[in-house]
């Protein structure tokens, strides 16, 4: 199982980036798929998630109405748009999936695979 994140950068605060995370054949569809994130010296936290069988998402109060969760089975990979970024958006960005769909979405714990983690920084 790999999951590749990419997609982040430099935007100034107000502007949007898309990140995304491509997952192998094996992960994808199973279970829940999470977006968490972690800024310097904080604790990773959790952005988005959602799972694969059902209409379940869930997102972070920090982030309600800014970000939003989509996938492209045909390429199997899921998307985080962002949009009327903040500087306290800053952090880096990381995908997980949760096979057995074993913890509550904000639990990083219970997420069985990681991708990279990609970098978004938002400017002032």
């Known amino acids: 199982v790999q999951l590749q994140a990419s997609g982040g950068g430099l935007v100034q605060a107000g502007g949007s980036l898309r990140l995304s995370c491509a997952v192998s054949?094996?992960?994808?569809?199973?279970?829940?798929m999470g977006w968490f994130r972690q800024a310097p010296g904080k604790e990773r936290e959790f952005v988005a998630g959602f799972a694969w069988s059902s209409s379940s998402i869930s997102y972070a109060e920090s982030v309600k109405g800014r970000f939003t969760v989509s996938r492209d089975n045909a390429k199997n990979t899921v998307y985080l748009q962002m949009n009327s970024l903040k500087p306290e958006d800053t952090a880096v960005y990381y995908c997980a999936v949760d096979i057995y769909s074993s913890g509550a979405y904000y639990n990083f714990g219970a997420y069985d695979y990681w991708g990279q983690g990609t970098q978004v920084t938002v400017s002032s």
């Open positions: 054949g094996r992960a994808f569809s199973r279970g829940r």
